[in-house]
Every structure is written in structure tokens, then in C-alpha cells.
């Protein structure tokens, strides 16, 4: 558009290059402290060259259980994604083709569901997984979870399905085929991409939820976000195992930023950008 | 198509039923219950007191209550003290990584990365920097002769200390939907305004902004509806301290009901809190209709 000055164009890279370090260096500073020895933890000014040690992995995974939290972590995150993306999308495909005039109202009732404050109805969940005997499993969360996902897939994969043409099915109609084939055979393969990134963002979220995990777990289907928190206490905090939980955890998001940057911002945005 | 149009929106019905009866359940009902437990008294740390209608006692219990008030102006500073920073470096480092530049790409894409962070591993990373005598922040701070801060122990800079973390997280979500903004415009204002000889700051004050002014107005309602459940960093950084300092409404909410066992009070301010919220969807809703109609 516009071409630079030199100095300005200097000035710009210097920018950029400050925001980079504001952003990226916490995230570095957790990949190192996990390998670091505890006896240099806090040492100054701080030492990137040591011998690492995988003591603190080590110990994240022996002190307790926390393989088996990772596995609850995924458990819950593959189990609401695949809930939450089946009945999304089939709400979304509802509503991207209903004509009706308040159909718009329903489909903002849906995205509103995902924006209300979680401590505001942990005590009812609470008492309703405690009467119905899923407190502490896996399906509690699932459940929680699908609050939050069932609205996001639905408006994502609205906006997919708005963009197939509508030829397309009509004529699949004229050659006979059913609704029911045309969605599966002909619409659902054409927005694959939605589906993925619809996915990851259910699992992204189910994996790094916190409040609903510690309100509604015990020891028995707690997920990796809680046992993390668990090393941190006001007498002694174990900084070597919460920062080698805490990359652990980190690793999914970087790789999914790496992956489907292009999709992530229609995700996040909710549709206000394509 | 000539053939089944009602057997068709039987279909779509079929398709639309599961995630509403699901939303319902797990939404619309709690809400019921917390309502319904709004007008009770109901107080686990004492069983023996019966669990009563009490009519508007606990709306008008927090509504007079002089620590409410206060978690609502915490609830609110830390919102505008983050929104507008966000605001502010958001649209400039969107503005920046916008341009058409080899690696651009890759700046934009490695700066998305702190929002898919766990909200509460955000707290822990911040917490081990901030903290007392060992964090390496006051370090680096030092380094350009800034003396030590205490973050999270002293209740003025507490509150900082909470919105530096969400900055940090969340700022890239301005910068990504400014940049996606950008790139959406078409070239002709800027040809026309060059011609004309303006500056490029002139530019991007009169041009740029308000075109990407709709956009920037939805993402700032989402953001305030996030700030407005900000809840994690919260509770791993001051869990509302020192004192009442960082009391936010929803710490508010959790510590009348886990702490002192009043859930009665504590589902009262939950319903404060949706009200607000409902407020702030609105207004999302009215913008994200304003921004759409016009693409």
C-alpha cells in the first residue's frame, strides 16, 4: 500500500521485534525452567547455559499420578469434542438453511449460552452431579464442557455452510437425492476444514479449563489444569514441577497456533472478522 | 426443490432438537436453580437453620453492602484498564504486522500463541515472575534501573499485577482481528488519499480507523465479556488480596459460596452478574449485526 521510509522502516522492525520478545519469552522461560536444576532456579541475572536435568518431569510424574490426569485432560477433551461437534453442526446446518425470520434470534440465543460467568452456576451443577451420582467422572466435565463448545461449533459451522452454494444441493435434489444424503454425501465433505477447526477449538478449550475441573473432581477425574495447581502451596511451591506441568500443558495450543493460524481467527473472533 | 419442503424442516427440526435440549439442560436450568436458590437462605456452615423463602433478603443484602459495591469497582477497573490497553497495543502492533512483508505471516502467527494458553497456566507463568524476592521480573526491571515492585503482596499494584497477565494474554487477540481487519479493506480510500497528500498518520487516523472501527467495537465487547468472567489468573495470583483488593465479582461469588457456605447470597450475586452480562451481550450482538451488514 503505502512505501516506507528507510528509518521508518527500521523503527518498524524494532517494534516488532520488542513485541516478539514481550510475547514469546514467558512461554520460553517455563520451557527452560523445566529442565533447569532447582538450585539455580532464580539464580541472576538468569542462566541459559546449565546441564539440564529431567528431574522435574520425573517427579511431576511420580509424586502423583499425573499420567493419569493427562489421560483424564484428554478423555474429557476428545469426549466433548466429539459431543459437542456432532450436535453443533447439526444445529448449524438447521439453521444456515431454515428460512425463517427468527432464526437469527435463536442462533444468537445459542452463541450467548457460551458468554455467561462459570461461577455463576458451579453450585447448581454441583448439587445436580451429586444428585444424578457423576460428581468426580470424566461425564460431568463433558457435560460442563458441551455449554461452551455446542455454542461455538454451532456458529462456526454456520458460517462454513453459508458459503457452500446452494446449486450444489439443489442439484443433487433434482438427481433425486434425499436431505439427509445430500448433507452427508455432498455439504458435510465440503466443509471438512470447519469441522477440524471446530474440533481443535472444542479440544483447546476442554483441555485448558480450570474452575469447572477443581469445583467438580476429585481425586478421581482430575484433570492435568487441577494437579498442576496442586503443587503450588502457600508453604512450599515445587516451581521445577509446576513449570514441566505447565509446558506439558502449553504444547497443545502452540501446535495448534502453528498448524491452523489461517482458521484462528474466525474462531476467536465469533464471525465479527473472516 | 419441488418435492418434500415439510419433510425437510422436519429434518431440520430433528437436527436442531439435540443441542437445544442440551442447552438447556445444562444452561437454562442451573440458571433456574440459582435463581431459585437466590431467594432462599441457604447456609451450609449451618445445617440446622432451615432452608427458607426469604423473599429479596439477599438481593438487598449485597445490593447495601458496602463490599459489593467495592467488587464491583474493582470488577469494572480492571476492565477498563485492560481494554483500553489492549485497545491501544493491539491496534498498533496490528497495524504494524499488517503490512505485506516477507515474515509477516510468521510474526502474526507466533504472536496468537499466548491466547491458546491455558488461562491458569497464564497465572503460574505470571506468578513466577512476579514473585516476592526470587521473581526474575523485578530483575529485569532493575536493569534499567526500575526499582523492585511488589506485585502481588502490596494492594495497590495487585491489581496491575492481574491486568499485566491479561494483557499478555489477550492483546494478540486485538492485534489478530485489527490485522485480519486490514486486509480486508480495499485499496481505493488509501490510493485516493495519497493522491490527495496526506501523511500516513493522517491516513490511518482517517482512513484506516474508521473502516475497521465496526470490527474493533465487536472485539471490544468480547473482550469486556471476557473481563468480566476473568476468574483463573485471579485466583492463582492474589486469589482476590492482599486484603479485598482484587476482589472481582466472581471471586466475590466463589468466596460466599465455598468459603463461607451462604449459597443463598452467593447465587443472588451470580444473578447481579448474568444481568450485567446479558447488558454486555446485547450490545455485542447489536455491533456484530452492524459490522456483519456491512461486509
Given at each position: 500500500?503505502?512505501?516506507?521510509?528507510?528509518?521508518?522502516?527500521?523503527?518498524?522492525?524494532?517494534?516488532?521485534?520488542?513485541?516478539?520478545?514481550?510475547?514469546?519469552?514467558?512461554?520460553?522461560?517455563?520451557?527452560?525452567?523445566?529442565?533447569?536444576?532447582?538450585?539455580?532456579?532464580?539464580?541472576?541475572?538468569?542462566?541459559?547455559?546449565?546441564?539440564?536435568?529431567?528431574?522435574?518431569?520425573?517427579?511431576?510424574?511420580?509424586?502423583?499420578?499425573?499420567?493419569?490426569?493427562?489421560?483424564?485432560?484428554?478423555?474429557?477433551?476428545?469426549?466433548?469434542?466429539?459431543?459437542?461437534l456432532t450436535f453443533g453442526t447439526l444445529a448449524a446446518y438447521a439453521i444456515s438453511r431454515i428460512?425463517?425470520?427468527?432464526?437469527?434470534?435463536?442462533?444468537?440465543?445459542?452463541?450467548?449460552?457460551?458468554?455467561?460467568?462459570?461461577?455463576?452456576?458451579?453450585?447448581?451443577?454441583?448439587?445436580?452431579?451429586?444428585?444424578?451420582?457423576?460428581?468426580?467422572?470424566?461425564?460431568?466435565?463433558?457435560?460442563?464442557?458441551?455449554?461452551?463448545?455446542?455454542?461455538?461449533?454451532?456458529?462456526?459451522?454456520?458460517?462454513?455452510?453459508?458459503?457452500?452454494?446452494?446449486?450444489?444441493?439443489?442439484a443433487a435434489a433434482v438427481d433425486g437425492h434425499g436431505l439427509l444424503a445430500t448433507f452427508f454425501?455432498?455439504?458435510?465433505?465440503?466443509?471438512?476444514?470447519?469441522?477440524?477447526?471446530?474440533?481443535?477449538?472444542?479440544?483447546?478449550?476442554?483441555?485448558?479449563?480450570?474452575?469447572?475441573?477443581?469445583?467438580?473432581?476429585?481425586?478421581?477425574?482430575?484433570?492435568?489444569?487441577?494437579?498442576?495447581?496442586?503443587?503450588?502451596?502457600?508453604?512450599?511451591?515445587?516451581?521445577?514441577?509446576?513449570?514441566?506441568?505447565?509446558?506439558?500443558?502449553?504444547?497443545?495450543?502452540?501446535?495448534?497456533?502453528?498448524?491452523?493460524?489461517?482458521?484462528?481467527?474466525?474462531?476467536?473472533?465469533?464471525?465479527?472478522?473472516? | 426443490?419441488?418435492?418434500?419442503?415439510?419433510?425437510?424442516?422436519?429434518?431440520?427440526?430433528?437436527?436442531?432438537?439435540?443441542?437445544?435440549?442440551?442447552?438447556?439442560?445444562?444452561?437454562?436450568?442451573?440458571?433456574?436453580?440459582?435463581?431459585?436458590?437466590?431467594?432462599?437462605?441457604?447456609?451450609?456452615?449451618?445445617?440446622?437453620?432451615?432452608?427458607?423463602?426469604?423473599?429479596?433478603?439477599?438481593?438487598?443484602?449485597?445490593?447495601?453492602?458496602?463490599?459489593?459495591?467495592?467488587?464491583?469497582?474493582?470488577?469494572?477497573?480492571?476492565?477498563?484498564?485492560?481494554?483500553?490497553?489492549?485497545?491501544?497495543?493491539?491496534?498498533?502492533?496490528?497495524?504494524?504486522?499488517?503490512?505485506?512483508?516477507?515474515?509477516?505471516?510468521?510474526?502474526?502467527?507466533?504472536?496468537?500463541?499466548?491466547?491458546?494458553?491455558?488461562?491458569?497456566?497464564?497465572?503460574?507463568?505470571?506468578?513466577?515472575?512476579?514473585?516476592?524476592?526470587?521473581?526474575?521480573?523485578?530483575?529485569?526491571?532493575?536493569?534499567?534501573?526500575?526499582?523492585?515492585?511488589?506485585?502481588?503482596?502490596?494492594?495497590?499494584?495487585?491489581?496491575?499485577?492481574?491486568?499485566?497477565?491479561?494483557?499478555?494474554q489477550w492483546t494478540p487477540f486485538v492485534m489478530m482481528g485489527t490485522a485480519a481487519a486490514i486486509?480486508?479493506?480495499?485499496?481505493?480510500?488509501?490510493?485516493?488519499?495519497?493522491?490527495?497528500?496526506?501523511?500516513?498518520?493522517?491516513?490511518?487516523?482517517?482512513?484506516?480507523?474508521?473502516?475497521?472501527?465496526?470490527?474493533?467495537?465487536?472485539?471490544?465487547?468480547?473482550?469486556?465479556?471476557?473481563?468480566?468472567?476473568?476468574?483463573?489468573?485471579?485466583?492463582?495470583?492474589?486469589?482476590?488480596?492482599?486484603?479485598?483488593?482484587?476482589?472481582?465479582?466472581?471471586?466475590?461469588?466463589?468466596?460466599?459460596?465455598?468459603?463461607?457456605?451462604?449459597?443463598?447470597?452467593?447465587?443472588?450475586?451470580?444473578?447481579?452478574?448474568?444481568?450485567?452480562?446479558?447488558?454486555?451481550?446485547?450490545?455485542?450482538?447489536?455491533?456484530?449485526?452492524?459490522?456483519?451488514?456491512?461486509?
Amino acid at each position: 500500500m503505502l512505501k516506507p521510509a528507510t528509518s521508518e522502516k527500521l523503527l518498524c522492525t524494532v517494534l516488532i521485534a520488542i513485541a516478539l520478545a514481550v510475547f514469546l519469552v514467558p512461554i520460553f522461560i517455563v520451557a527452560v525452567s523445566s529442565v533447569k536444576p532447582t538450585p539455580i532456579m532464580f539464580q541472576k541475572p538468569p542462566s541459559f547455559v546449565f546441564e539440564p536435568t529431567a528431574d522435574h518431569y520425573i517427579n511431576l510424574f511420580t509424586a502423583r499420578p499425573f499420567a493419569k490426569f493427562i489421560w483424564n485432560s484428554l478423555l474429557v477433551a476428545c469426549g466433548s469434542t466429539a459431543f459437542s461437534l456432532t450436535f453443533g453442526t447439526l444445529a448449524a446446518y438447521a439453521i444456515s438453511r431454515i428460512r425463517h425470520r427468527r432464526i437469527k434470534d435463536l442462533a444468537f440465543w445459542i452463541l450467548s449460552m457460551r458468554m455467561f460467568p462459570p461461577i455463576a452456576v458451579i453450585v447448581p451443577y454441583y448439587i445436580l452431579f451429586k444428585t444424578a451420582g457423576i460428581l468426580d467422572t470424566p461425564l460431568a466435565l463433558i457435560i460442563v464442557y458441551s455449554t461452551v463448545n455446542i455454542p461455538l461449533t454451532t456458529w462456526l459451522m454456520k458460517g462454513f455452510f453459508d458459503e457452500v452454494p446452494a446449486a450444489l444441493e439443489e442439484a443433487a435434489a433434482v438427481d433425486g437425492h434425499g436431505l439427509l444424503a445430500t448433507f452427508f454425501w455432498i455439504t458435510l465433505p465440503l466443509v471438512a476444514p470447519g469441522l477440524a477447526v471446530s474440533a481443535v477449538f472444542c479440544f483447546i478449550f476442554s483441555w485448558n479449563e480450570f474452575i469447572f475441573a477443581l469445583m467438580l473432581t476429585g481425586s478421581e477425574a482430575q484433570t492435568a489444569t487441577v494437579a498442576v495447581m496442586s503443587f503450588w502451596s502457600s508453604d512450599a511451591v515445587q516451581w521445577g514441577r509446576i513449570m514441566a506441568g505447565s509446558f506439558i500443558i502449553v504444547i497443545p495450543g502452540v501446535v495448534f497456533v502453528l498448524t491452523c493460524q489461517r482458521w484462528l481467527v474466525r474462531g476467536l473472533t465469533m464471525g465479527s472478522v473472516r | 426443490m419441488a418435492y418434500g419442503r415439510t419433510r425437510n424442516r422436519k429434518i431440520f427440526l430433528i437436527f436442531l432438537v439435540p443441542a437445544i435440549a442440551v442447552l438447556f439442560l445444562t444452561t437454562i436450568y442451573p440458571m433456574i436453580y440459582a435463581g431459585y436458590l437466590s431467594f432462599r437462605s441457604y447456609d451450609l456452615a449451618k445445617p440446622f437453620v432451615p432452608r427458607v423463602f426469604v423473599g429479596w433478603a439477599n438481593y438487598r443484602e449485597i445490593l447495601t453492602s458496602s463490599e459489593f459495591m467495592h467488587t464491583l469497582i474493582v470488577t469494572f477497573k480492571l476492565m477498563v484498564i485492560t481494554l483500553s490497553v489492549q485497545l491501544v497495543l493491539g491496534v498498533g502492533i496490528g497495524v504494524l504486522t499488517a503490512q505485506r512483508l516477507p515474515g509477516m505471516a510468521l510474526v502474526r502467527t507466533l504472536l496468537l500463541i499466548p491466547m491458546m494458553i491455558s488461562p491458569v497456566i497464564v497465572g503460574l507463568i505470571w506468578l513466577f515472575l512476579y514473585f516476592p524476592e526470587l521473581g526474575y521480573l523485578n530483575y529485569f526491571l532493575s536493569l534499567v534501573s526500575i526499582s523492585a515492585v511488589p506485585w502481588i503482596t502490596s494492594t495497590t499494584w495487585a491489581i496491575w499485577a492481574i491486568a499485566i497477565a491479561d494483557i499478555w494474554q489477550w492483546t494478540p487477540f486485538v492485534m489478530m482481528g485489527t490485522a485480519a481487519a486490514i486486509h480486508s479493506l480495499s485499496p481505493e480510500p488509501y490510493e485516493a488519499a495519497m493522491i490527495d497528500g496526506n501523511s500516513r498518520w493522517q491516513i490511518f487516523w482517517h482512513v484506516t480507523i474508521p473502516q475497521i472501527k465496526p470490527v474493533l467495537i465487536s472485539l471490544m465487547f468480547l473482550r469486556a465479556i471476557d473481563a468480566f468472567k476473568l476468574y483463573d489468573i485471579i485466583f492463582v495470583l492474589t486469589k482476590g488480596g492482599p486484603g479485598d483488593a482484587t476482589e472481582v465479582l466472581s471471586m466475590f461469588i466463589y468466596r460466599q459460596s465455598f468459603t463461607f457456605w451462604r449459597m443463598g447470597v452467593g447465587a443472588a450475586a451470580s444473578f447481579v452478574s448474568l444481568a450485567i452480562v446479558v447488558v454486555l451481550i446485547t450490545f455485542f450482538f447489536k455491533s456484530l449485526n452492524r459490522s456483519q451488514e456491512r461486509i
